[in-house]
């Protein structure tokens, strides 16, 4: 990891980030278990049309992380950072990125563009997560089990089957995951509880808005992104062909739409 940029958020937490290439500014907004370098391909993707920014979300790589955490205090790491690329932005969000996005543009900060991919609201497909899960997976952590607050969060807040994460805990990855535990309940918090879909917070948004689905994706990740659509006013929907929610590991099979979008 090269050493990074950092700029003061509202609260004076240090936000750090990197930059690749030149022309308008698009700022690129992980999920869980994401930092700066997970989005590292797709910046390289942009950077040939676009400054594209990545960032450590508070609490990720070397970004700060005061307590208590707030929604709001994520929403205004983003804003210091369009303040710091002229005042205007577009974004690109997966996942729980994607709905921190969808915050940062209904809060109305000066926006050029906004790209969604699959935000992970429950409208149909399968149950919704239990209203308390944030508070299990937090006590999880306190109590040191990140092995457990991982579990939780991936069968439950995401839908992966049990046996899917057992194989998952004995892969090279999994020390990853349990690396970030302590950000899963920020993602469960902007999320919401439930994870149901916020109508009145994306009726808000007047920025100009793609929302993304993948074609390989489990039926309910699509569906909440063609709702996501529907409740923006003049969002557009559109399915990517033979990707699914990994789709970042595949940054290239986004270049097309991303850079026809956002110009």
């Not at 936000?15 to 700066?36: C, M, Y």
């Not at 092995?147 to 995401?158: I, K, N, Q």
């Not at 699509?222 to 006013?233: I, K, N």
Request: net charge negative.
């Amino acid at each position: 990891m090269t050493t990074p940029e950092t700029v003061r958020s509202a609260d004076g937490t240090p936000i750090a980030f990197e930059r690749r290439g030149e022309g308008a500014p698009v700022i690129l907004i992980g999920g869980a278990f994401n930092d700066r370098t997970t989005v590292a391909g797709l910046a390289g993707v942009l950077a040939d049309t676009h400054t594209a920014i990545t960032y450590d979300r508070r609490g990720r790589g070397d970004s700060g992380d005061p307590p208590p955490y707030e929604v709001e205090r994520e929403v205004e790491d983003v804003a210091a950072l369009i303040d710091r690329f002229g005042g205007r932005a577009s974004l690109f969000g997966h996942s729980s990125g994607a709905v921190l996005a969808l915050e940062v543009a209904a809060s109305g900060h000066a926006l050029d563009k906004l790209v969604a991919y699959e935000p992970p609201f429950v409208v149909e497909g399968r149950a919704r997560p239990g209203e308390d899960l944030v508070d299990r997976v937090r006590a999880r952590i306190e109590a040191g089990d990140r092995d457990e607050a991982v579990r939780l969060f991936l069968v439950e807040g995401t839908g992966t089957p049990a046996e899917v994460v057992d194989g998952m805990a004995t892969g090279p990855a999994w020390p990853w995951l349990t690396g970030l535990a302590h950000t899963l309940p920020y993602d469960l918090t902007i999320c919401g509880q439930g994870n149901g879909l916020p109508d009145g917070m994306l009726a808000k948004i007047a920025v100009p808005t793609l929302v993304i689905g993948g074609g390989t994706s489990p039926e309910w990740m699509p569906a909440s992104a063609r709702a996501v659509a529907e409740a923006v006013p003049g969002a557009r929907y559109e399915t990517l062909e033979g990707q699914d929610h990994g789709v970042l590991q595949h940054p290239e099979s986004l270049r097309s739409l991303l850079t026809e979008f956002l110009g």
